[in-house]
């Protein structure tokens, strides 16, 4: 094949795509706050293209199943793979034996989301401001728990980054997923958690349990009271988690940019951006080229907590 013909299949293929079905593979159960912006995200793309996007859930494994499936798929843009932190970046330092490599088998397309954090405690507790929190734990060295969805998480890690930062003992009780340990909270059982807003919020707002800040930039409009951890003095914490869509590696330059405009133009539009945020998540677009940097300093950020922290996952 000539240059100039090779030159000329790149174009082509971005300006054809996409001329049947995508398929967005998800490593998350149906229903869950992931799934609610894959499926928002695939209906918008769907709208755009005029072709079906099919959300196909693989969870399990630690989210391995769904990674393996994506990163073995064809790289002819027509396989979307939704990942986060979890994926991409804590499970190269937490599985054993990875099956793909998240580097070597994926290109970014373009970040979608942060999803804040918060941290709750019983209200019980007294500690009405992080500050607060940090004085207490201080004084109480490993007698103050928190909570989180499991051993190697992101409630796990934002509970050890916190630690790091503060210099405080606080004890980990891992639970089998996120509802289990905010009803301990909500019972009293637990005195804290680093937790996802979604299934959190209706109880902040209940009174049930206080939230004392809320990671990433700014504050969430979903309880636009609760201060962010850098308004409460501790402007080098953040533990967010995040997504972003990418594609196996090999995927043609031209599709991944007719991908990462369609991306661009559906993160901007209003009703997403307010659907997305009363939940918590805030919509992001970034280039693939600022998403790949962002990874990679992720990667660096977290490996240095997990080595710490000495975390392991049996």
Do not use: C
Not at 33 to 49: M, V, Y
Not at 96 to 110: E, H, I, L
């Amino acid at each position: 094949m000539s240059g100039a013909l090779l030159l000329a299949v790149g174009p082509v293929a971005g300006q054809n795509f996409p001329s049947k079905p995508v398929k967005m593979i998800m490593p998350y159960p149906g229903g869950g706050p992931t799934d609610i912006l894959g499926r928002l995200i695939g209906q918008k793309l769907s709208e755009a293209w005029g072709q079906n996007v099919i959300i196909d859930n693989r969870p399990g494994g630690g989210g391995m199943i769904g990674g393996t499936l994506a990163a073995k798929s064809a790289p002819d843009g027509y396989t979307l793979y939704l990942g986060g932190v979890t994926t991409l970046v804590l499970a190269t330092f937490l599985q054993k034996n990875m099956p793909f490599d998240p580097q070597r088998d994926f290109q970014p397309v373009s970040q979608t989301t942060i999803s804040p954090l918060l941290l709750m405690v019983h209200p019980a507790l007294p500690a009405k401001n992080v500050q607060e929190f940090i004085a207490l734990a201080r004084a109480r060295p490993g007698d103050i728990n928190y909570g989180t969805s499991g051993p190697g998480g992101s409630g796990h890690l934002a509970g050890e980054l916190f630690r790091t930062v503060t210099k405080t003992n606080i004890v980990h009780v891992p639970y089998r997923g996120a509802p289990p340990a905010l009803n301990d909270l909500v019972a009293g059982q637990l005195q804290s958690v680093f937790g996802s807003m979604l299934a959190a919020v209706p109880h902040v707002r209940s009174g049930k349990i206080r939230a004392l800040a809320v990671t990433g930039p700014k504050r969430s409009i979903a309880v636009p009271e609760v201060p962010t951890f850098a308004e409460s003095g501790l402007a080098n914490y953040d533990a967010s988690t995040w997504n972003g869509i990418l594609v196996p590696s090999g995927t043609p330059r031209a599709i991944i940019d007719r991908l990462h405009g369609e991306l661009a133009k559906i993160l901007r539009t209003p009703n997403v951006l307010d659907r997305l945020s009363a939940d918590g998540p805030i919509p992001v677009s970034s280039t693939p080229e600022e998403f790949a940097a962002f990874i990679r300093a992720e990667r660096a950020k977290w490996g240095a907590v997990v080595r710490e922290a000495n975390i392991r996952i049996e």
